[in-house]
């Protein structure tokens, strides 16, 4: 008996993108990422899981908290944040993320975004281009309806089973 190809699967997840909407949407909640994980590591596909973050260096809540994603089985992609003269913090991992997923997408079959940004939807749509099947995992209201429109299939992140759940103290 001949057994079907395992889909090859690549989850990209925008942490501090998420970090925003779900404090936004979900008073006093965080995201379970052993649940998302979960949701999507299933036995008809090979999947890997990469996520993006920036953080404070003097932070070591920030930094207990990466290691703690890698120990999981994500593959960290970080960088410190960027003070500037007048105080003001930059930070943005846009193009890290987008530069991760087009290396990688030559090898997978599907995408999965996990944002609501809308910064990824032409992203997406070169994607869908290239025969990939996208995924996008947005944060209810807040995810942009361009990046909806460009993928193949959207989940709503507080649809998937215990993924938001309440912190018991700040």
Do not use: W
Not at 71 to 80: C, E, N, Q, T
Request: charged share 25%; aromatic share 12%.
């Amino acid at each position: 008996m001949e057994h079907p190809p395992r889909v090859r699967r690549g989850v990209f997840v925008d942490v501090q993108n998420l970090f925003y909407c779900v404090r936004s949407v979900f008073a006093r909640s965080r995201l379970n990422y052993e649940a998302l994980k979960e949701f999507f590591a299933t036995p008809e596909a090979t999947t890997f899981f990469v996520a993006f973050s920036y953080y404070d260096p003097e932070a070591e809540r920030q930094r207990n908290f990466l290691s703690a994603l890698a120990l999981m089985g994500y593959r960290v992609i970080a960088k410190p944040i960027r003070r500037l003269a007048d105080g003001t913090i930059k930070a943005n991992m846009d193009i890290e993320m987008t530069l991760e997923i087009l290396t990688t997408a030559t090898y997978l079959d599907e995408v999965v975004l996990i944002t609501g940004d809308g910064d990824f939807a032409p992203l997406a749509s070169y994607l869908a281009r290239q025969g990939k099947r996208v995924i996008v995992v947005g944060p209810d209201q807040l995810t942009a309806t361009e990046l909806i429109y460009a993928c193949h299939e959207f989940h709503n992140l507080s649809h998937i089973p215990n993924v938001i759940e309440l912190e018991e103290a700040f």
